[in-house]
């Protein structure tokens, strides 16, 4: 199994143009997530999605779309870049049973600036 | 959503025994405590979770309180490896996971 995938591994863009980070996971996980992260700072929860065709806000939303396409991919877009989305974004799933929740699993990372 | 406070950073030498403690006052009924250890440009790896009393697996133990208001992650004797962050995460059974600022262990030969 791979596990959770994402792509691409490193991006440069200039201010205003858009693009779409994908993710994939192969361990049939319902819930993904998107986060960011600041060089030197924690995890900021961006969007997730908690089972297929459903998709809540989390702490840091603005400037960013997602689409929960199946089960298996969760994608992130930022329509127009701004300087100040230049971060490293990490997808991520997990399962839930019984009302609390099992582990989530990481991808790589996808190395973002925008210029 | 219960919030987390963890030290900043903290030292400590090869063999040693390390406790990191996790502050969260307003943790829920429902709520599960885990932890997490990042290493430079890698994604979180999930290391132990726990609902009350003590956890243990192979790498590390997780001693929750009665009251439940804070937890303590037990590293047992680190190694220069175990230099990383570790994040406390609260979580009240939905899926909205959020990270708190993390606690940065420095192991020093």
């Known amino acids: 199994n791979a596990g959770v995938t994402q792509t691409p591994k490193f991006q440069v863009l200039k201010t205003g143009q858009s693009m779409t980070l994908q993710c994939a996971q192969d361990m049939n996980h319902n819930s993904m997530y998107w986060y960011r992260q600041d060089p030197g700072m924690g995890l900021r929860l961006i969007y997730y999605s908690a089972s297929e065709g459903t998709t809540d806000k989390g702490e840091v939303p603005n400037g960013y779309n997602v689409s929960r396409l199946n089960k298996r991919e969760f994608s992130l877009r930022l329509e127009s870049a701004a300087p100040s989305q230049t971060s490293v974004y990490f997808c991520a799933s997990s399962e839930r049973e019984e009302g609390n929740y099992n582990e989530q699993f990481f991808g790589p990372g996808t190395r973002l600036t925008v210029l | 959503l219960a919030k987390t406070t963890q030290p900043i950073s903290m030292d400590s030498y090869e063999g040693q025994e390390v406790n990191i403690t996790c502050s969260h006052n307003?943790?829920?009924?429902?709520?599960?405590i885990t932890w997490y250890q990042q290493f430079p440009s890698q994604g979180p790896r999930f290391i132990i979770q726990g609902y009350k009393t003590k956890v243990t697996n192979e790498v590390a133990s997780l001693f929750i309180p009665a009251d439940r208001k804070s937890s303590t992650l037990s590293l047992p004797r680190v190694s220069l490896s175990d230099t990383a962050v570790y994040y406390c995460l609260v979580g009240d059974g939905t899926d909205k996971l959020i990270f708190g600022t993390g606690t940065r262990l420095q192991v020093f030969p």
């Open positions: 307003n943790i829920a009924t429902n709520d599960y």
